[in-house]
């Protein structure tokens, strides 16, 4: 038998020593969390998306007669699964008040007099939620030999397609606040080397959000005609929601480095996206994704974008202080990150270790590698 030569085995162990150079054990990690955040993205939307099934969705009842109203509030809520929480109001004025309000997402307004009731619905709040209050009463009132007229008192704009611009809109902030906070890192290290730095990278992602948030409400607006609503109220929005994503990306990068990067992503795209009522306004979303939603920045500003839009800006400060929580968190963990940071750089100069470039004692002196 031919015994290997020297050479074999000296090209054998090059080539082992070329894959562990290439594919260190960092990387080998990185392509795994990789791996893990895609799986988890897939569950996420997947889950989110399957089988909508409408749960409690506020309801009001109007007729002349409140005993009538009371009634048939009861009937409603006690339908199988539970998809409506009725509840009875005054008159017609006062349910299309709440409407308005967004303190319930349609009304039936009863006609005792007759055998056709108007089932009142507003699809600037989620066309798809519409449709559903539509099969839901609609089956109801058959059931009692009796019809709807729907009658919906926000209807979406001519050029916003089943009420999913404001949700793309957001998105497109989301993805801008995220990217421009990856990019401050990839320049110039993950980690801000000491406080200077970290207010640099905040203030240059402000410019870019004030920015972002103009030219985003520009395009959807005015030049593409999709989503109607005052342009200063949608700037501010824009604003607050690509700054809040970026704030909190530099925040994770400060705590993680580049792994920061993909918890942003975890939290904004992974588990924020699919909860953020979007295709499926909340009532129609599974119980995890209906609870995270309105508290994540996707969902606040989804929500918002729609009150500015179709309801003249009613119930958008509960997610504009939703966004302006994560703004703040972000900000002053970035701020704590980079003084945590240079407090142990410079207690490492002082012991006469060598600093990187983004102020992190290099890990050769430390004796991490």
């Given at each position: 038998?031919?015994?290997?030569?020297?050479?074999?085995?000296?090209?054998?162990?090059?080539?082992?020593?070329?894959?562990?150079?290439?594919?260190?054990?960092?990387?080998?990690?990185?392509?795994?969390?990789?791996?893990?955040?895609?799986?988890?993205?897939?569950?996420?939307?997947?889950?989110?998306?399957?089988?909508?099934?409408?749960?409690?969705?506020?309801?009001?009842?109007?007729?002349?007669?409140?005993?009538?109203?009371?009634?048939?509030?009861?009937?409603?809520?006690?339908?199988?699964?539970?998809p409506?929480?009725a509840?009875?109001?005054?008159?017609?004025?006062?349910?299309?008040?709440?409407?308005?309000?967004?303190?319930?997402?349609?009304?039936?307004?009863?006609?005792?007099?007759?055998?056709?009731?108007?089932?009142?619905?507003?699809?600037?709040?989620?066309?798809?939620?519409s449709?559903?209050?539509?099969?839901?009463?609609?089956?109801?009132?058959?059931?009692?030999?009796?019809?709807?007229?729907?009658?919906?008192?926000?209807?979406?704009?001519?050029?916003?397609?089943?009420?999913?611009?404001?949700f793309?809109l957001?998105?497109?902030?989301?993805?801008?606040?995220?990217?421009?906070?990856a990019?401050?890192?990839?320049?110039?290290?993950?980690?801000?080397?000491?406080?200077?730095?970290?207010v640099?990278?905040?203030?240059?992602?402000?410019?870019?959000?004030?920015?972002?948030?103009?030219?985003?409400?520009?395009?959807?607006?005015?030049?593409?005609?999709?989503?109607?609503?005052?342009?200063?109220?949608?700037?501010?929005?824009?604003?607050?929601?690509?700054?809040?994503?970026?704030?909190?990306?530099?925040?994770?990068?400060?705590?993680?480095?580049?792994?920061?990067?993909?918890?942003?992503?975890?939290?904004?795209?992974?588990?924020?996206?699919?909860?953020?009522?979007?295709?499926?306004?909340?009532?129609?979303?599974?119980?995890?994704?209906?609870?995270?939603?309105?508290?994540?920045?996707?969902?606040?500003?989804?929500?918002?974008?729609?009150?500015?839009?179709?309801?003249?800006?009613?119930?958008?400060?509960g997610?504009?202080?939703?966004?302006?929580?994560?703004?703040?968190?972000?900000?002053?963990?970035?701020?704590?990150?980079?003084?945590?940071?240079?407090?142990?750089?410079?207690?490492?100069?002082?012991?006469?270790l060598?600093?990187?470039?983004?102020?992190?004692?290099?890990?050769?002196?430390?004796?991490?590698?």
């Amino acid at each position: 038998m031919n015994q290997p030569t020297t050479a074999d085995s000296g090209q054998s162990g090059g080539f082992l020593a070329e894959i562990k150079d290439a594919v260190t054990t960092r990387a080998a990690l990185l392509v795994l969390g990789v791996l893990a955040l895609q799986l988890a993205f897939i569950t996420s939307y997947v889950g989110a998306f399957h089988h909508p099934k409408p749960s409690e969705i506020p309801f009001a009842v109007a007729a002349p007669a409140e005993p009538v109203a009371e009634r048939s509030a009861q009937q409603l809520s006690q339908l199988p699964g539970k998809p409506l929480d009725a509840r009875a109001v005054k008159d017609e004025a006062t349910a299309l008040r709440q409407i308005h309000n967004r303190d319930v997402d349609g009304a039936l307004v009863i006609d005792p007099a007759g055998k056709t009731d108007r089932l009142l619905v507003a699809s600037g709040g989620g066309a798809s939620l519409s449709q559903a209050l539509d099969e839901i009463v609609g089956l109801a009132e058959k059931a009692q030999g009796r019809s709807v007229l729907v009658v919906d008192v926000a209807p979406t704009d001519a050029g916003d397609a089943r009420g999913l611009s404001s949700f793309y809109l957001v998105v497109g902030w989301c993805v801008g606040g995220y990217l421009c906070a990856a990019i401050l890192a990839i320049s110039a290290g993950a980690r801000p080397a000491n406080i200077h730095r970290a207010v640099i990278r905040l203030g240059a992602l402000f410019v870019y959000a004030v920015a972002a948030g103009l030219l985003g409400t520009v395009i959807a607006g005015p030049v593409l005609g999709a989503l109607p609503g005052s342009i200063m109220a949608l700037w501010g929005l824009g604003t607050l929601v690509v700054f809040a994503v970026g704030a909190i990306t530099l925040a994770f990068q400060g705590l993680a480095g580049v792994v920061g990067i993909g918890l942003a992503i975890l939290l904004v795209v992974v588990f924020g996206n699919p909860s953020a009522g979007g295709a499926y306004p909340y009532p129609l979303l599974p119980p995890f994704w209906k609870a995270i939603g309105p508290a994540l920045p996707p969902g606040a500003g989804t929500y918002a974008a729609r009150s500015i839009a179709y309801f003249k800006g009613n119930d958008a400060a509960g997610p504009m202080l939703v966004l302006a929580g994560w703004a703040v968190l972000g900000s002053a963990v970035t701020m704590a990150c980079a003084v945590f940071r240079r407090g142990k750089a410079g207690a490492a100069v002082g012991s006469g270790l060598p600093e990187s470039p983004d102020g992190d004692v290099l890990p050769e002196e430390e004796g991490v590698r």
